[in-house]
């Protein structure tokens, strides 16, 4: 299964901060210009109005007596209000402009800005008359049409002159709050994310790679780091118990799985080694020999008259003393390399490494005497019943199988029993 990915969560809220200041800045800039169009906007009407105001009875007074070029002198003077792009005055229910001027474009599908123009006082004395009746009549309207260009560089000059301010103080508080973030959440998450990152069992005890500043205020994450190196140590501690507990319990399987080895390669009778047993470790042996060129002898044994014993005294004497027989003949060997194992029903076998023929026939004779005095098994009538053994020996010649050296020895075996028993055979003074 493939890992996820993971992104730092100082980098995400970062990211956070600066996609939400980027639309703060956008939905403020948006907002100022639209505000900024709309001041545009007001200031000139404003302007506008300040301007009829002024040049209102100039501009009626020129229109009463139809004098456009004094009319069309007043209009070029009003295209120096910022943002007008053209103007006109039309006369009352005139269609076409009296006098204009700017851009005549502008007029098509825009609707101006209209100030009636009134007569604001009678004209002087060298002028014809006027009824006075007349005054404050409306003469015509002042249509203004604004431009748009004009409009938007004027806004994008408020824009400007509103937002650079405002970015610079959006800037400053961005760079602190990144690098508060860095410092109070990156620094430490990234701390703690490699310490748990590298939290092992084998580790209790190593503290977190980020440690907070001293003299500042502890947090929520110092008492996140607290509690896991906290926890940290709890798990150790408990770790050591279990590796103990293993390490006990390891060592009583272990016990254990020795004394099933060696009841398993046990006769549970006689205490030598069993028939499984006694198959690999000859093998053993014969490689041993073969590899360092030693002798190696086997000794075949069988319990005399064991048949009788068993059909005069039982079954249970009978394995009194196959037990009795065993007891001796662990004993009578040498405790380090010689070894014993029972063959099947009363036979034994002998095994002696590193012994020649004639010292394993010594041996022999001296384990043929041992069992003859040691074996004494009690009976129910007070009595103790004895047993003897004949021994057939032979040593392994290179090249030799398993099998074929216990035929021989085997063969010796009976050469012992037909000899009378009780004797080792081939017989010390034969090879002597």
Not at 419 to 430: D, I, T, Y
Request: proline share 6%; with cysteine.
């Amino acid at each position: 299964m493939r890992a996820p990915s993971y992104q730092p969560l100082a980098r995400r809220l970062i990211k956070a901060i600066v996609l939400w200041g980027a639309l703060a800045t956008f939905i403020w800039t948006a907002a100022m210009g639209v505000w900024a169009r709309r001041e545009s906007e007001h200031r000139l009407q404003s302007a506008l109005l300040r301007y009829t105001e002024s040049v209102a009875m100039n501009v009626a007074e020129a229109l009463w007596q139809v004098s456009p070029d004094l009319v069309q002198g007043h209009l070029d003077t009003a295209l120096g209000i910022p943002g007008v792009g053209y103007i006109a005055v039309r006369d009352k229910g005139g269609n076409r402009p009296f006098a204009a001027a700017g851009i005549a474009s502008l007029a098509d599908g825009t609707e101006p800005l209209r100030f009636p123009i009134r007569l604001g006082a009678a004209p002087p004395a060298h002028q014809r008359q006027v009824d006075v009746r007349t005054v404050g009549a409306v003469l015509g309207n002042l249509e203004v049409f604004p431009d748009p260009s004009a409009l938007r560089r004027e806004a994008a000059s408020q824009v400007l002159r509103a937002l650079v301010p405002g970015l610079v103080l959006t800037g400053v508080l961005l760079l602190i709050a990144l690098g508060l973030v860095h410092r109070r959440v990156h620094q430490p998450l990234s701390g703690l994310s490699d310490f748990l990152g590298r939290l092992r069992t084998d580790a209790h005890g190593e503290p977190p790679v980020w440690t907070p500043p001293r003299g500042r205020v502890p947090d929520e994450l110092d008492r996140v780091a607290d509690s896991l190196a906290g926890l940290q140590q709890r798990v150790a501690d408990h770790v050591q118990q279990l590796d103990a507990r293993v390490a006990e319990r390891t060592g009583e399987l272990q016990q254990a799985l020795e004394q099933l080895r060696h009841l398993s390669s046990t006769d549970p009778l006689t205490g030598c080694r069993n028939r499984m047993a006694f198959n690999e470790a000859m093998a053993a042996a014969i490689a041993q020999a073969a590899r360092y060129d030693r002798p190696l002898t086997v000794v075949m044994c069988d319990v005399d008259l064991f048949k009788s014993i068993n059909d005069s005294w039982g079954h249970l004497v009978g394995d009194r003393v196959l037990a009795a027989v065993g007891a001796t003949l662990r004993q009578a060997l040498r405790a380090g390399p010689d070894w014993v194992a029972r063959y099947g029903g009363e036979e034994f076998v002998l095994v002696l490494p590193e012994t020649p023929l004639m010292s394993a026939i010594e041996a022999t004779e001296r384990v043929r005497h041992a069992l003859a005095e040691e074996v004494r098994v009690p009976l129910e009538s007070g009595e103790a019943l004895g047993a003897t053994a004949s021994f057939g020996v032979a040593q392994w010649h290179h090249g030799e199988s398993v099998e074929r050296l216990l035929e021989r020895a085997d063969a010796q075996l009976y050469a012992a029993k037909r000899a009378g028993r009780n004797c080792v055979m081939p017989p010390l003074e034969v090879l002597a």
